[in-house]
């Protein structure tokens, strides 16, 4: 079991993880390719009209898994920073560095996908709902965290600061997903819960799990391709990354 252990924590050195990045982002690449084709064919073709939101509602197959994956990769980074104070890796810092962009792309669209649903449904672009403001705020923070990490000349300090802002923001997510529970809000609640029968039709719901495991696949894809980016540049003092660029690789 300790030897096990020995293996895996490895790979937190950069140079062992660079070449693994490679290939787990190229296949999670294909993967994404292939999901998000099979989710959106279903999503705009096969999945029926909603009798009560009409053709209006397929925005949902965009939105809900944009909205999840934005979500789920801030508290992803917030593991990854709560890794880096715990054992000091350098890896972990650079994992929340090349998922933050993708998150705040997701939060992005999460917010303009939902303006558009909520055009035709409630007419009106916007409304300072309780779950929308607090998306609203994930994205600020995503966007905190990059212009906080980029400010110190020093990598390893703004890593550490960064990482305090991401656990102090980690609480936002329970309140975006809870917020419709909380409080009164126009935002619907949940059709798919832990635990429960989901009240969509299974055509529906099939779709938007293929569309969530496409966007999954996506963020691994884009962190694991940007994550060989960020170890270079922050790297580039080191043997290894001499050498590789010595071989041409």
Same mark, same amino acid.
């Given at each position: 079991m300790a030897s096990g252990f020995v293996n895996w924590f490895k790979f937190s050195s950069p140079a062992t993880f660079y070449p693994v990045a490679r290939t787990i982002g190229r296949s999670a690449a294909v993967i994404a390719v292939i999901l998000i084709a099979i989710g959106l064919y279903m999503s705009f073709f096969v999945a029926p009209t909603d009798y009560k939101q009409g053709e209006g509602y397929r925005i949902i197959f965009v939105h809900v898994p944009a909205s999840w994956m934005s979500m789920f990769i801030y508290v992803v980074m917030a593991i990854w920073a709560a890794l880096g104070l715990i054992f000091n890796t350098?890896?972990?810092?650079?994992?929340?560095?090349?998922?933050?962009?993708?998150?705040?792309?997701?939060? $992005? /669209?999460? /917010?303009?996908?939902?303006?558009?649903?909520?055009?035709?449904? @409630?007419?009106?672009?916007?409304? @300072?709902?309780?779950?929308?403001?607090?998306?609203? /705020?994930? $994205?600020?923070?995503? /966007?905190?965290?990059?212009?906080?990490?980029?400010?110190?000349?020093?990598?390893?300090?703004?890593?550490?600061?960064?990482a305090i802002l991401l656990l102090v923001g980690v609480v936002n997510v329970p309140i975006i997903y809870y917020s419709v529970q909380w @409080?009164?809000?126009?935002?619907?609640?949940?059709?798919?819960?832990?635990?429960?029968?989901?009240?969509?039709?299974?055509?529906?719901?099939?779709?938007?799990?293929?569309?969530?495991?496409? $966007?999954?696949?996506?963020?691994?894809?884009?962190?694991?391709?940007?994550?060989?980016?960020?170890?270079?540049?922050r790297e580039r003092s080191a043997g290894w990354v001499r050498q590789m660029a010595g071989e041409g690789l």
């Open positions: 350098r890896l972990s810092a650079m994992m929340a560095q090349s998922l933050a962009p993708t998150g705040a792309i997701f939060a $992005f /669209l999460s /917010l303009w996908t939902g303006s558009f649903w909520g055009k035709p449904m @409630w007419g009106t672009w916007w409304v @300072w709902d309780a779950r929308i403001t607090s998306e609203l /705020l994930l $994205f600020f923070l995503y /966007l905190g965290y990059m212009a906080l990490r980029s400010a110190f000349d020093d990598p390893r300090r703004g890593d550490r600061a960064s @409080w009164n809000t126009l935002h619907q609640g949940a059709t798919i819960k832990l635990g429960e029968e989901s009240t969509m039709d299974d055509t529906m719901l099939i779709a938007m799990l293929i569309m969530t495991l496409g $966007f999954w696949a996506y963020s691994i894809a884009v962190a694991m391709m940007r994550l060989r980016n960020v170890i270079l540049e």
